[in-house]
Structures are given as C-alpha cells and as structure tokens.
C-alpha cells in the first residue's frame, strides 16, 4: 500500500525566504507526482505535475524534484510572500491501481510573516 | 474553460438521512474522481469514474456510491448518514482517463457536508 508522508507538519518563515517542502513515498512504482496548494475552506489548486520519467518541473517561483529511486519529491518556493500562506500537498498517481488513483500526504501547512 | 464545479457547496444533514452531491467536470474531460477529506484522515480516494463505468474504489462502506453520466457529470450519494461522514468531499477531473496519457487532476472547491 503507498503511503506519503510530508515533512515538516507545519512551517513559519519570514517573507523573502527561500524554502523546501519535502514530500517522501513508499512505492516507486509511481506514474506521476503532483503538488497542490489548498486555502483554508477550499478546493486544490494544481501547481506542478512531474511525469515519472521527469526529474523536475518549473513555474514561476516554484520548483518540483523527482526523485523515484528514493522514493521523494521536494517543492522549492523561491522568495516567499504572504500570499503563499496555504497548506502545500504532495500527491503520487499509483500506475498499478489499475485506474488512475491519487495517494495524498497529509500536507505542509506553510505561513509566511511579512 | 470553465473549471470544475460541484453542488452544493455547503450542505447540513442529521444522521440517517441521506445526501447526493453533484460534479461538473472541466468541459472534455471523461473521468471523475471523488475524494474525501477530513482533519483526522487527511485526503482518502472514493472512486473513480471513466466513461459512465466505476473503475476503482477505495476503502469506503457502501454506503457511499456514485454514478457517471454520459456528459461526463457524476453524482456521489451517501445514505443512513454518520455523524463520521462530515467531511469536504470533493471531486477532481483529468483530461483523459487512459492510462498512459497526461493526467493532471484539476479540483472543485467541494462540498462541505455537516451531519448533526
């Protein structure tokens, strides 16, 4: 059974920092990676999509690693500003499902102080 | 393109009834998938939808089901409500459900059911 796990629960930072999200799963057996950012109340908001074969994808001030092999992904935010204040959720599409099923980590709940 | 959309966005129920959410996918899109999400459990996978055929479900009583429609719309139902089932059920749509293609989940913003 994949499990994801993201480290850490919770992070403070000060606005302009750079920061790492980490995000770890059990089964490399993966077909793809996906990050998300949810507001407090509301839906997900797809950031970056890294096919399994990728080993990172680029938007703006983000940046996601792949690495299958280790079973982890990392979400780089360069810059941060108050507006990136949300919690960061790392999810990994299981290619033997079978169907096309996501896995969710429990979530980065990231605050930025201005 | 309009995004995914979902009815209603906010629902109160009392135990033992019965409750049907509604999913719009993104105008192309042919498969729906269902997820819900609670403080204590985190995200966890209802099913998933393809071409008006359920083709995988997660660990979920039967209590909870859903349908596909032949415009791609779904509909989940959950009957003799728990006071356990208030949760942000939401549903996410991908371009193609094959695998082997680009599959990027695009969400909803959810319906948030309460169960008194």
């Known amino acids: 059974k994949q499990e994801v796990t993201q480290i850490p629960a919770a992070l403070s930072v000060p606005e302009g920092e750079n920061l790492v999200l980490n995000c770890s799963f059990t089964?490399?057996?993966?077909?793809?990676l996906q990050w998300f950012r949810q507001d407090p109340g509301k839906g997900l908001t797809s950031l970056l999509l890294i096919q399994s074969s990728q080993r990172e994808q680029t938007s703006g001030r983000l940046n996601a690693s792949l690495d299958k092999s280790s079973g982890r992904s990392t979400l780089y935010i360069a810059a941060s500003q108050p507006g990136d204040s949300a919690t960061y959720l790392c999810a990994v599409a299981y290619s033997g499902a079978g169907s096309y099923q996501l896995t969710f980590g429990k979530g980065t709940k990231l605050s930025v102080i201005p | 393109k309009a995004g995914v959309t979902q009815t209603p966005r906010y629902l109160i129920k009392t135990r033992g009834q019965q409750v049907t959410l509604s999913c719009s996918p993104i105008s192309g899109h042919r498969s729906v998938s269902w997820y819900q999400q609670t403080p204590g459990q985190g995200l966890q996978f209802l099913f998933e939808y393809f071409s008006e055929t359920q083709r995988n479900k997660g660990n979920f009583p039967g209590r909870f089901s859903g349908r596909q429609f032949s415009n791609s719309r779904s509909e989940m139902n959950v009957s003799t409500l728990e006071l356990g089932d208030s949760a942000l059920y939401l549903c996410?749509?991908?371009?193609?459900?094959?695998?082997?293609?680009?599959?990027?989940?695009?969400f909803g913003p959810g319906t948030r059911l309460t169960v008194l």
């Open positions: 089964d490399s057996a993966i077909y793809n």
């Open positions: 996410a749509s991908h371009p193609d459900g094959r695998q082997g293609s680009y599959n990027e989940q695009f």
